[in-house]
C-alpha cells in the first residue's frame, strides 16, 4: 500500500487560503489520491479526490503534481469550522480501502 | 437517506463481556467497512465486505473479534470476551463498491468503554 506523508499541524488564519501538502512518493498508476478530515470525535468526510488531473469541488481543490508523487489540498477561505484534522489517502488499487494515516491537525484561528 | 447508522452510540460494559456493535450502510452500497480508532493508534481498518462477502480481515486485531454481514442492510462487529485495551471508537462505512472511485460515507461511531 503507498504510504503517504504528511505534516503533523498547521495553523490559518480565517479567511486565508489553508494549503495542505501530502507527499506519497509510491503511489501507482492506478491509485488515486483522497482526502478526508474529522472534525473532533465525528465520523471521516470526504473533501475530493484525483487521479492525476487538478480537481475542484465546491469544498476545495486538489492539486497533483505531475509526476504524482505529492499533491496539496487548498480550502480557498478558511473558517474556524474547518478546524479538523485532514487525512491523506492513497486508495488501494482496485479495491475499496483506505488506509489511514496520522494526518494534518489544522487549526484556523480568528 | 439518513446515511449510516450505528449503534449503540455509547456501550460500557465489563471486562469479559460480550459486545456487539451494529451498523446499517446506505441503500445501495456494496461496501462495507469496521474501522477503530484510540489516540495511540489511530483510525485503523479492521474488515472490509463486498456484496455481504469479506474480502480483507487482515486488521481484525484477534480471535476475539468476529464481524459479519447476513445482508445488504446490516453488519454487526463482535468482540467476545471484551478487555480494557478493546475502548475505542468504532466506525462504520459504507461506499457504491464496484470498482467505482467514489467516496466511502462514515457513521457517527460507537464510543465503547470496557471497564
Known amino acids: 500500500d503507498a504510504k503517504t506523508t504528511q505534516p503533523p499541524s498547521m495553523d490559518c488564519a480565517e479567511g486565508r487560503a489553508a494549503n495542505l501538502p501530502c507527499n506519497h512518493s509510491?503511489?501507482?498508476?492506478?491509485?488515486?489520491v483522497y482526502w478526508y478530515r474529522q472534525i473532533h470525535s465525528q465520523g471521516p468526510q470526504y473533501i475530493i479526490h484525483g487521479l492525476k488531473n487538478n480537481e475542484t469541488n465546491e469544498m476545495a481543490s486538489l492539486i497533483i503534481t505531475e509526476d504524482r508523487k505529492s499533491s496539496t489540498l487548498i480550502l480557498p477561505h478558511a473558517t474556524l469550522r474547518d478546524t479538523a484534522v485532514y487525512y491523506c489517502?492513497?486508495?488501494?488499487?482496485?479495491?475499496?480501502?483506505?488506509?489511514f494515516g496520522t494526518g494534518t491537525r489544522l487549526q484556523v484561528f480568528p | 437517506d439518513a446515511g449510516v447508522i450505528q449503534s449503540p452510540r455509547h456501550e460500557v460494559t465489563e471486562m469479559g463481556q460480550e459486545v456487539t456493535l451494529r451498523c446499517k450502510p446506505i441503500?445501495?452500497?456494496?461496501?462495507l467497512f469496521w474501522y477503530r480508532q484510540t489516540m495511540m493508534r489511530g483510525l485503523e481498518l479492521l474488515i472490509y465486505?463486498?456484496?455481504?462477502?469479506?474480502?480483507?480481515d487482515s486488521g481484525m486485531p484477534e480471535d476475539r473479534f468476529s464481524a459479519k454481514m447476513p445482508n445488504a442492510s446490516f453488519s454487526t462487529l463482535k468482540i467476545q470476551p471484551s478487555e480494557p485495551r478493546d475502548s475505542a471508537v468504532y466506525f462504520c462505512?459504507?461506499?457504491?463498491?464496484?470498482?467505482?472511485?467514489?467516496?466511502?460515507?462514515f457513521g457517527q461511531g460507537t464510543r465503547l468503554t470496557v471497564v
Open positions: 465486505f463486498n456484496n455481504n462477502v469479506p474480502i480483507d
Open positions: 489517502i492513497v486508495r488501494v488499487a482496485l479495491t475499496d480501502k483506505l488506509i
Open positions: 441503500s445501495g452500497h456494496n461496501s
Open positions: 509510491t503511489i501507482s498508476g492506478n491509485e488515486y
Open positions: 462505512a459504507s461506499s457504491p463498491g464496484g470498482g467505482r472511485r467514489t467516496e466511502a460515507f
